[in-house]
């Protein structure tokens, strides 16, 4: 399983089944800059170690390079050229005005002292000094990146619009932190209300207990969902009468280090099971908020929920995808559901430009209504073409670049 192979294997399927222009197709299957290099660090003990790292622009028609640096081991060049052309995608499908790019450094950064990890997130820095910038590229946090190592490069770059992200002392937007997994929610909120179905008494199962599922279950709680299951890298918890408070269970995984403990802390009575157990618990909304590739053609038979929320990037196999729309799921598509993360980090981009501040209500208003636009032009193009809502993102970010591509 290569995401570089599943991304461009989607782009190609949509491109065909949707009659896109195939030179604008090639384009997006190439990338403008592939930025590689060798980092040493010299550690706190004196010795030297090496880490790859990588920038990859993959497009800037819609506005500068947008998107996330990676701090995990498993990070590698296909592993970024997936995810920067889903930013394209997705900055398109979001209608912000960015392009897509992706970043990361091969290491664990669990490995690392605090000095260590910033003298090697500033020497990355002075590395892509020439490439970034708020009108070049703007990098984010993502998987292990915080906004503290936001902060770093933005004072080795000596301008705080290169980044978004930061912390609110740092110049970062109120309403970041909620962004994604509430922007996730105003989609499916969206998408339920075209089905002409109340969320009031829906059941629901969130995979990933990180920044994402933890605000996506609070905003479904608050909707009237009933959060029945939620799983962290350790197990699945299942309560048949719903998680309520979802902000207090937050706060005891943090203290007590997993969902099952935390459970235990608060004397609430529920089920503990495997980890995987999430994905095949009977709900009408399953939200995949963790890894890319959680759901594959080996595990696709076992899901029993009538709507997939990607919260995650990539959290299916195109395989997967085929057998649970056959299925009649309906799935809405990361470019889409995940989008609100980046739609924020605009608002963060513009505020720092522009030397203001938004309240949080502001933002999430903002977002909210931004969300519900996407959601409504995807739901259009795919009644009008009689595609799939992945499909009908794809068709509506490829309508816009192909607006913005620059005539030669
Ligand atoms: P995070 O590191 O805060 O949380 C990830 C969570 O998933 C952790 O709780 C981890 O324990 C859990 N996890 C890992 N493996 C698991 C497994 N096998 N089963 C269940 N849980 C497991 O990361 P995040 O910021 O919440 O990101 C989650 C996903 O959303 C990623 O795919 C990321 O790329 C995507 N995403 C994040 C944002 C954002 O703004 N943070 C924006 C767009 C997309």
Excluded at 5 to 33: F, Y
Excluded at 106 to 128: A, I, Y
Excluded at 299 to 321: R, V, Y
Excluded at 378 to 392: D, F, G, M, N, Q
Aim: glycine share 8%; proline share 4%.
């Amino acid at each position: 399983m290569n995401p570089w192979k599943n991304a461009q294997q989607m782009l190609k399927q949509v491109g065909e089944k949707a009659n896109i222009n195939s030179d604008l197709i090639n384009i997006l299957l190439t990338h403008d800059r592939k930025i590689e290099v060798d980092l040493p660090l010299t550690l706190d003990d004196g010795s030297t170690k090496t880490f790859k790292a990588y920038r990859l622009q993959h497009n800037n028609w819609r506005g500068p390079y947008k998107g996330g640096l990676r701090y995990h081991p498993q990070v590698s060049e296909d592993e970024v050229k997936a995810l920067s052309l889903w930013m394209t995608i997705k900055n398109a499908v979001i209608d912000v005005p960015f392009g897509g790019g992706k970043g990361g450094i091969s290491v664990d950064p669990k490995t690392l002292s605090k000095p260590e990890l910033e003298r090697l997130t500033r020497s990355f820095t002075r590395e892509l000094v020439e490439f970034i910038g708020p009108d070049k590229d703007v990098p984010a946090p993502d998987v292990n990146t915080t906004g503290e190592i936001m902060g770093w490069i933005a004072d080795e770059f000596g301008d705080n619009a290169v980044v978004t992200g930061k912390t609110l002392e740092d110049g970062g937007s109120q309403g970041r932190t909620e962004a994604t997994g509430y922007g996730g929610v105003y989609a499916l909120l969206g998408v339920l209300e075209s089905m002409g179905i109340k969320p009031a008494g829906l059941t629901a199962a969130v995979q990933g207990f990180g920044n994402v599922g933890t605000y996506a279950a609070d905003l479904m709680v608050k909707s009237g969902i009933k959060v029945v299951a939620l799983s962290d890298s350790k197990n699945t918890i299942y309560s048949i009468d719903g998680f309520t408070d979802i902000m207090a269970l937050v706060e005891a995984k943090a203290k007590t280090g997993s969902l099952a403990k935390a459970v235990k802390e608060l004397n609430i009575k529920c089920e503990v099971k495997d980890v995987n157990y999430v994905l095949g618990t009977k709900v009408d909304i399953l939200a995949p908020a963790a890894l890319e590739m959680a759901i594959t053609k080996e595990n696709s038979n076992s899901i029993n929920a009538k709507i997939i929320l990607e919260l995650a990037n990539g959290p299916m196999t195109p395989e997967a995808d085929k057998i649970l729309t056959d299925r009649g799921i309906t799935i809405i598509p990361d470019v889409l559901a995940n989008s609100g993360g980046v739609a924020v980090s605009y608002y963060e981009w513009y505020q720092n430009r522009h030397k203001e501040t938004w309240t949080k209500e502001q933002a999430l208003k903002k977002l909210e209504g931004q969300m519900k636009a996407s959601v409504s032009d995807v739901l259009a193009i795919s009644k009008k073409l009689k595609l799939t809502l992945r499909e009908a993102a794809y068709v509506l970010a490829l309508n816009r670049l192909a607006e913005a591509q620059p005539k030669k």
